[in-house]
């Protein structure tokens, strides 16, 4: 009988080239819940245990195991602190237990594009985010880019009214439970890997979130359309075991925090372009998007934005004015 961990050793290796580990090698496992083509996270963290594995050979050796194949977000950090898994690229709605500055991140309209958020996260405050969880075990490598979310539903959304009375899938996130709440809807927190499946038979009726997911969990297939809201942002954090990284020989941390940022620069470089790769990829689908006129746009902020008074004491008045003077 195949263990559950050799069942998705094989998945992560059909999807990618997983180098066994050698004898004597530190072993550096990365769980996500992403598939691996076209996805920004799946190319980075492929592209990352590719590197590794080719410039550390002999020190070091990374198996990615994506899909949530071999953990839900819910579970990795929880096994990351218990040593079972080394790296992971959690979204940062997903560290709400940890860190309550994050949520700035998941307020809607907060940045107006990845340029604001790429700017805001390079910024003194972004990357002080970082360290902002090493006294609950663990710290944070870089953040790797996803996108904007759209918004979708099993009906036509055009004004804010129209999500009134649904049931949307939210990550679990205080912010984004508020900011559907906010729309007469009501959100329910639920696993990535389960939001497909869920729609499909009507246990929500909506969704959020990026191209790159709702093209590659294919929730236009059961979905009405998508909705161009463009309203917030998905973005990752990689992380690690302060205490893992810590027992490091001095050369591995260096040279595998080289390769991280590196790999880090240049994927969010390509964010652009992954992310209109997707959109289209929906298009080509047969999906429908909606655009929204100013005035359409004009009534979602309006709608949503005034969620923002309820996290200002968790994210720093300071921290809204600096993302805001960015936007502007
Ligand atoms: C989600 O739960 O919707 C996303 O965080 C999944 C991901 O990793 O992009």
Redesign the pocket.
Known sequence: LMTAVAAAALTAGANGAMAACDDGEIVIKFS???NTDKHP?GIAASLLQERVNEEMDGKACMEVYPNSTLYN?DQVLEAMLNGDVQMAA??L??FEQFTKVFRIFDLPFMFVNMDAVDQFQNSETGQAMKESMVRRGLLGLGFWH?GMKQMSANKPLEVPGDAAGLKFRV?PSEVLKAQFEALDASPQPM??SE?YGALQTGVVDGQE??WS?IYGQKFFEVQDGITETNHGV?D?MVVTSADWWDSLPDDVREQLGTIVDEVTADRNAAIAEVDAENRQAVLDAGATIRELSPEQREAWVEAMKPVWEQFTDDVGQENIDAAQAINS
Request: proline share 5%; aromatic share 10%; net charge positive.
């Open positions: 996500h819940v992403t996270k977000d959690p979204s709605s997903k996803n990550q696993a990535f939001v979130n990026t997911n998905l990752y």
